[in-house]
């Protein structure tokens, strides 16, 4: 009896290692001639630890392509003509009110072989809110996206806001999600600021690197017009196209 009250009082001095809920702001050295973009060792040990990624493997010139979709604006058909025609698996980050507003949308992105991906339901700063409130935004996004198509699950996460805490991701990674970050991107979310397709077209090429997961938003005219270009000039360079599944090893 001695021994186990000692023991008990052994478990009660080991230290406990807190689990921050410091909100963090995604960020990253963008990449550039062909050099990955780079997160720094404190978020890459971080991302691994709870089975998230932003990035492939530096060794092989295969790349993600990934569009968030927050509202539509009249130009995810176009962009899903565009795959369809050039064969490219992509993966659609979706919130509550697109699935709401765009019903059909969603259910061709399926039936063509995209990815949802989870991009919560109320669009909230996921570090201000509780555990249990991360997951219900969560799974109200993935029960709908069930009931309009054939995927049933939703597995792949992205932030709102890329703002996230290592409690949001632990939180997550503990109710089946994996959280899917990006390493290119270019500010395209303003709809009413154009800069034309060709503009998108090189802020793309130029951060472009083995690996890279590539975030565009759907609402940017920019990028619609200027993902044919795209994706046939990455394959004359010798890059593949594959879907989060071949990221994360699913």
Known sequence: MKQF???????????????SSEAIHWGFQK??????????GQLDQMLAEYNSFYKGSPKKKVVYLTFDN???NGHTNTILDTLKKEKV??????????LESAPELVKRMVKEG???GNHS??????TSVPGSTVIEEMKLVEDQVAKLTAQKKTPYVRPPRGIFSENVLKTAEKAGYTHVMWSLAYVDWYADQPKGK??????????????AVIMLHSVSKDNAEALPDVIRDLKKKGY???????????
Do not use: C
């Open 5 to 19: 009250i000692l023991f008990v009082v052994f478990l009660f001095m080991l230290p406990v290692i807190a689990v």
């Open 31 to 40: 990449g550039a001639d062909g050099r990955p973009a780079e997160a720094g």
């Open 70 to 72: 927050g509202y539509e």
């Open 89 to 98: 698996p992509a993966a659609f980050f979706i919130t509550g009110h697109y």
């Open 114 to 116: 995209h990815i949802i």
């Open 121 to 126: 339901w109320h669009h909230y700063d996921l």
């Open 198 to 211: 060709d503009y998108a077209y090189n802020e793309i090429m130029k951060q472009i690197h083995p690996g």
């Open 240 to 250: 593949t196209f594959k879907s989060l599944d071949h990221l994360a090893g699913a």
